[in-house]
């Protein structure tokens, strides 16, 4: 059987894992539950970008090996993706030997589209990037993120020639046989595509050492890019192996500030590798802390640590996948946080505690897990990306069993006509356990603690409610 191939962003390992990390897991993940419930096979990669000057300069500064540095980081990142009930088939590390083999022999295969060429420009160290002249003009010549000026560099650098393959990725991604969603960032980025330069793909070694080197070429290394983005098949043994029971990709979840890369470079390199596109490409927003850009220099990243602290995962999954919309940009605060765990206990906790108490006077026991398919309305919205509207759509029904129970009052049919109790609430528990295996793709814990207490031989309220308060 085929199997259905989910890729996440790797991130840099200078810093620790964040909030706008626990993005792409989580909607990833999202979408892996969902196509395991439908059945597929699914295969799920992550991963660590090793490499680059910044992360070179950091293990200076903590007065540790590279290498060493990377290792430990790298363990950070699979102990957050595992804290977020996350689970990956399959975890690459950019530094890995195999993946450096690799990705040189990848570059061997592109060479008719890749040249050699020297470039003068502005360059900020922070980013370790060039800026065009407009962007330099435009920051009046000092990097907003770093408060640094930028500098004249001029080096020779390997290129990759986008313009080869331009008319090839428009139409894939005009034609959706390469889907970007949310269809505004495909607009955005077919207008980015039409003037996207060439990219540089390599940096002289006297600029950065810490990188795969080019193949016969003893001077320059891969500059991140193309060994950052090549992980995405190095992982499945790509070439050394046949990966088309993976490739292409069913979807590759990525943040809106790295779609260009991932649309237009990537794209290229698959192209030229003579490898089928991706077909689709899930873009999410980014996450800000009161309504402000994440940054250590204003003082408000939040670590998903403290959050998870407060009142466990599925209160964390349910906020960032119901209440940050799955496509566009979200804000975190504590109260809004705090909200939404009360929405959480009152809607469902109580749900939960009151139905099984009453479940229990009644005596209903041995319902059976109900082998339903998920709900047309909750697919269809899952199917198109909208996570968080389906997960509106499963909200939407456990408010309507509370409405269902208030109106039907089964402790007072209890008194006149029992049988008909019974019948309410074994129909109000069978409905809650299928809209439980909507749940289960958001709040999988949670979920699975309404199955087993709704499925039990006895039913019985839990000894602590679902979300406690304080
Ligand atoms: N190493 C590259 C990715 C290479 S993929 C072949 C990189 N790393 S990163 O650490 O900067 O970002 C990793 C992911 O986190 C990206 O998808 C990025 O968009 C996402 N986010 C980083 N900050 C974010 C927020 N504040 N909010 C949401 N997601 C953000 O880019």
New binding site residues.
């Given amino acids: 059987m085929k199997e259905s191939y989910i890729t996440t962003?790797?991130?840099?390992v200078n810093g620790n894992p964040?909030?706008?990390?626990a993005?792409?897991y989580l909607l990833a993940d999202t979408l892996r539950r969902y196509m395991m419930s439908q059945g597929q096979k699914v295969r799920f990669q992550a991963g660590t970008?090793e490499h680059g000057n910044k992360i070179f300069k950091k293990a200076a500064e903590a007065g540790i090996s590279t290498q060493e540095f990377t290792d430990q980081n790298s363990k950070k990142f699979q102990d957050f993706i595992a804290s977020l009930g996350v689970e990956y088939t399959d975890f690459i590390r950019t530094t890995n030997p195999d993946h450096e083999r690799r990705c040189q022999e990848i570059w061997r295969r592109l060479k008719d589209h890749i040249y050699k060429d020297s470039y003068e420009g502005w360059y900020c160290e922070g980013c370790e990037a060039f800026v065009t002249d407009k962007e330099h003009d435009e920051n009046s010549g000092i990097c907003p993120d770093h408060k640094k000026p930028y500098v004249k560099l001029s080096e020779e650098n390997y290129y990759l020639r986008i313009a080869d393959y331009k008319d090839q990725i428009r139409e894939a991604i005009e034609t959706d046989a390469l889907k970007i969603t949310p269809a505004f960032r495909k607009k955005e980025f077919l207008n980015l595509l039409a003037d996207m330069p060439d990219v540089s793909i390599s940096r002289p070694k006297s600029q950065v050492s810490w990188g795969v080197p080019v193949p016969d070429d003893d001077d320059q290394v891969m500059y991140?890019w193309i060994d950052?983005?090549a992980?995405?098949i190095t992982v499945l043994g790509y070439p050394d192996e046949d990966i088309s029971m993976d490739w292409p990709a069913h979807t590759q979840v990525?943040?809106?500030?790295?779609l260009r890369?991932h649309a237009g470079i990537w794209p290229t390199i698959l192209l030229g590798l003579g490898l089928p596109l991706p077909k689709n490409l899930l873009v999410?927003?980014?996450?800000?802390v009161n309504g402000e850009?994440?940054s250590k220099s204003i003082g408000n990243v939040i670590a998903p640590e403290e959050i998870l602290s407060k009142h466990g995962l599925d209160p964390f999954r349910y906020y960032f996948l119901r209440h940050a919309p799955t496509t566009d940009d979200a804000d975190f605060t504590w109260e809004k946080y705090e909200a939404s765990y009360n929405e959480l206990a009152n809607d469902l906790g109580n749900l939960v505690q009151r139905l099984a108490t009453l479940c229990k006077k009644n005596e209903i026991a041995n319902l059976k897990p109900l082998a339903v398919d998920l709900d047309d309305e909750f697919k269809k919205h899952m199917d198109a990306y909208a996570f968080n509207v389906a997960f509106d759509y499963a909200w939407s029904k456990v408010q309507d069993l509370n409405r269902q129970i208030d109106a039907a009052k089964p402790w007072e049919l209890a008194k006149t006509d029992p049988a008909k109790a019974k019948s309410v609430l074994k129909d109000i528990a069978s409905q809650l356990l299928a809209v439980s295996q909507m749940l289960e793709i958001f709040i999988p814990t949670t979920a699975k603690k309404i199955q087993d207490v709704f499925t039990a031989a006895q039913i019985l309220p839990p000894s602590t409610p679902l979300f406690p308060r304080g």
Wanted: charge should be negative; proline fraction near 3%; avoid cysteine.
């Fill in positions: 962003a790797i991130p840099y964040h909030l706008g990390h993005m792409d970008d991140v950052a983005l992980n995405y990525v943040g809106k500030d790295i890369f999410h927003g980014f996450i800000t850009k994440m």
